[in-house]
């Protein structure tokens, strides 16, 4: 455990020798959802570190609310914390947010960087749909659900933020009962824009995404792309947004060979 400097202790892990890559995680998850990768890029010849964010897998969950500077400030005591210098940079989901906000203000540590299911700017819609969640995570859905006022605000929500259509039901899992830690790492993700800041990235980076991706569009992902200059892109046809679990042969192998 390593604490940060508002008391928060942070769970981490190291594996293998080498480059040091670091694995950042998304809302809901934790470290161990890099299991399937470990072993492989160890093998390769790579320290791989995990982290879990605060209020997510072994970390702790602080009282109160957080944002996204937390999470940020979180990563950059953790490196410091255990003394790495320059890394390459995964990130999924939020994880990948994280991920641009920190080789936007710090440059010089990333020696790489690989952008999984992720965005660079959350619009108004998307910025909907994460006020919805944080009202989802705050209450448990279920109790949203039995208040006629927030289902009804909250099917209005689905229906703008997926036009092509998505049923609410499919928002309740990791939901069911109020849930601190989601409901600031949904938080987080309201507002978040960086996208026109992507310029400025000169680490060579990866950008992948799944084109069944229900959670963060696909278009999100050839945007990010597009935007970092001499970024490549990997698309994963059918994949869903847990691509790294989903299809986590072929992307461990994609990252590997980005990697050398």
């Given at each position: 455990m390593?604490?940060?400097?508002?008391?928060?202790?942070l769970?981490w892990d190291?594996?293998?020798?080498?480059?040091?890559?670091?694995?950042v995680h998304?809302i809901?998850?934790?470290?161990?959802?890099?299991?399937?990768?470990?072993?492989?890029?160890?093998?390769?010849?790579?320290?791989?570190v995990r982290?879990d964010?605060r209020?997510?897998g072994?970390?702790?969950?602080?009282?109160g609310?957080?944002a996204?500077?937390d999470f940020?400030n979180d990563v950059v005591?953790?490196?410091?914390g255990v003394?790495l210098?320059?890394?390459?940079l995964?990130?999924h989901s939020l994880?990948?947010m994280?991920?641009q906000?920190f080789?936007i203000g710090r440059?010089?540590?990333?020696?790489s960087?690989?952008?999984?299911?992720?965005?660079?700017?959350n619009?108004?819609?998307a910025s909907?749909?994460?006020?919805?969640?944080?009202?989802?995570?705050?209450?448990?859905?279920d109790a949203?659900l039995?208040d006629?006022?927030l289902?009804?605000?909250?099917?209005?929500?689905v229906?703008?933020?997926?036009p092509?259509?998505?049923?609410?039901s499919?928002?309740?899992r990791?939901?069911?009962a109020?849930n601190?830690a989601?409901?600031?790492?949904?938080?987080?993700?309201?507002g978040?824009?960086?996208?026109?800041?992507?310029g400025?990235?000169r680490c060579p980076t990866?950008?992948?995404h799944?084109t069944?991706?229900m959670?963060i569009p696909?278009?999100?992902g050839?945007l990010v792309?597009?935007?970092?200059?001499?970024a490549?892109?990997l698309?994963e046809?059918?994949?869903?947004?847990s691509?790294?679990?989903?299809?986590?042969?072929s992307?461990?192998?994609?990252?590997?060979d980005f990697l050398r």
């Amino acid at each position: 455990m390593l604490r940060v400097p508002d008391g928060t202790r942070l769970a981490w892990d190291s594996s293998g020798e080498g480059p040091v890559v670091l694995l950042v995680h998304g809302i809901g998850s934790s470290r161990r959802k890099w299991d399937p990768h470990v072993a492989p890029l160890a093998a390769a010849g790579y320290r791989v570190v995990r982290v879990d964010l605060r209020g997510f897998g072994d970390s702790e969950t602080p009282p109160g609310k957080y944002a996204m500077d937390d999470f940020v400030n979180d990563v950059v005591a953790f490196v410091d914390g255990v003394g790495l210098e320059s890394f390459h940079l995964v990130g999924h989901s939020l994880g990948g947010m994280i991920a641009q906000r920190f080789v936007i203000g710090r440059p010089n540590r990333v020696l790489s960087l690989s952008l999984v299911s992720t965005t660079s700017h959350n619009g108004r819609r998307a910025s909907a749909l994460a006020r919805l969640m944080v009202t989802l995570a705050e209450n448990g859905f279920d109790a949203v659900l039995a208040d006629p006022r927030l289902r009804e605000e909250a099917e209005a929500i689905v229906r703008e933020a997926f036009p092509q259509g998505m049923p609410l039901s499919m928002l309740r899992r990791g939901m069911e009962a109020p849930n601190l830690a989601r409901a600031n790492a949904w938080r987080a993700c309201i507002g978040f824009s960086v996208k026109d800041r992507l310029g400025d990235v000169r680490c060579p980076t990866l950008v992948a995404h799944g084109t069944a991706d229900m959670l963060i569009p696909f278009r999100a992902g050839e945007l990010v792309a597009g935007a970092i200059p001499g970024a490549k892109w990997l698309v994963e046809e059918g994949a869903g947004h847990s691509l790294p679990q989903e299809r986590a042969e072929s992307f461990t192998r994609a990252l590997i060979d980005f990697l050398r």
